[in-house]
């Protein structure tokens, strides 16, 4: 991921702290998506049950993120994770989440929302609002009020991060973290064999958003002039996502082959 990121609400893997809860009861040591015991269970206990924290955000878009698995219902009309605007006095939106169909429904107007399946019944739910830079949020997680006394949900890994698509995850504790820009070096134009056939190979793991683009990623790109280069992309743009594409021009003849993974 280039962008630097910063996950504005902590501790994001426990609703305590800085976390006002109303009615709920909290139970720990469950295991979490990363494998670790550190996941919570989380219960309403009666009325006005609620967990939420209040935030400056100073940008023109956020994005509420949080890995959830199933307990003992499968939709609860209080179960939301969303924004509502302390300065304004006004909901910007909520998300919630169906255990039966994997349904994400939204309020408000988003810019983007998605449920990202993990191992382990886990599900990582994501929504993304425009908002009024320099204003107060008051951030809910999990619960926005009265809900079902006795249902109970898990749940891990709560962040709020400024712009307008979720990234990979970023731990807090006491405080805001920010995660560093990431760059991918390239191999130098100087150190390719040029009228020679050569390959190419890289390894790992890579996360992105969906935004809906024919050039979502682009692991490599080499253009020696308008009629002969070389790239390498991956497409999200609707049926087509998924789709690795390998586009060589040589003379200005262009040659695409691809997979879809």
Do not use: C
């Amino acid at each position: 991921e280039s962008p630097s990121r910063s996950n504005m609400v902590w501790p994001s893997e426990s609703l305590s702290s800085t976390w006002t809860n109303t009615a709920i009861t909290l139970e720990n040591g469950f295991q979490a998506p990363s494998g670790k015991m550190n996941a919570q269970k989380i219960t309403v206990s009666g009325a006005g049950s609620a967990s939420s924290q209040n935030k400056v955000l100073s940008s023109t878009s956020a994005v509420v993120s949080a890995w959830v698995k199933r307990g003992n219902f499968d939709t609860d009309a209080t179960f939301q994770f969303g924004l509502y605007n302390v300065t304004s006095v006004a909901a910007i939106g909520y998300m919630s989440f169906n255990f039966d169909t994997l349904a994400l429904a939204t309020t408000g107007t988003p810019l983007a929302s998605g449920v990202i399946p993990y191992n382990d019944g886990w599900y990582r739910i994501w929504v993304a609002y425009a908002i009024t830079s320099g204003n107060t949020y008051t951030v809910y997680a999990g619960r926005t009020g009265t809900g079902t006394t006795g249902y109970y949900h898990y749940q891990w890994g709560v962040q709020v991060e400024l712009g307008n698509l979720v990234s990979s995850y970023i731990p807090t504790t006491t405080a805001s973290v920010t995660r560093a820009a990431e760059t991918l070096v390239g191999i130098a134009a100087a150190d390719m064999p040029a009228g020679v056939p050569f390959s190419i190979q890289m390894s790992g793991k890579i996360s992105y958003s969906d935004g809906n683009s024919t050039a979502q990623v682009e692991w490599y790109k080499r253009i020696v002039n308008a009629s002969n280069s070389f790239a390498m992309r991956l497409n999200t743009s609707g049926v087509l996502t998924g789709r690795i594409t390998l586009s060589n021009m040589i003379g200005g003849v262009s040659v695409s082959a691809f997979k879809t993974v």
